[in-house]
């Protein structure tokens, strides 16, 4: 079992910057992938980022590649989102989740835990 807490979220002004956090429960963190996903009112869930087990391969959506980095640390339970160059459409809740395995990580599907989410909005 796997409890995800996001925090960070706010509201920025378009071109400032925001970082998400997600502190991890459990002794098996290190042995998860984990993604950050976001969903905008009215809209589907989206892939944004994830990173593999210990950090050495990550993946971005093309809207956010360049400008929001995805890292994290093991030692202390933490992944993180550096999202710079905010624009009003990345306006949206973000969920942190945890998944078993890469194959797949760009879709929903491989996940096995999320948190509750964190609202971010970006005024223009």
């Known amino acids: 079992q796997v409890r995800l807490v996001e925090s960070g979220g706010g509201l920025v002004q378009a071109g400032g910057s925001l970082r998400l956090s997600c502190a991890a429960s459990g002794r098996t963190f290190s042995s998860y992938a984990m993604g950050w996903f976001r969903q905008a009112p009215g809209k589907e869930r989206e892939f944004v980022a994830a990173i593999s087990w210990g950090g050495g391969r990550t993946y971005y959506a093309d809207s956010v590649q360049g400008r929001f980095t995805i890292s994290r640390d093991n030692a202390k339970n933490t992944v993180l989102l550096q999202m710079n160059s905010l624009k009003p459409e990345d306006t949206a809740v973000y969920y942190c989740?945890?998944?078993?395995?890469?194959?797949?990580?760009?879709?929903?599907?491989?996940?096995?835990?999320w948190g509750q989410g964190t609202q971010v909005t970006v005024s223009s």
């Open positions: 989740a945890a998944a078993q395995t890469l194959q797949g990580i760009r879709g929903a599907g491989p996940y096995d835990y």
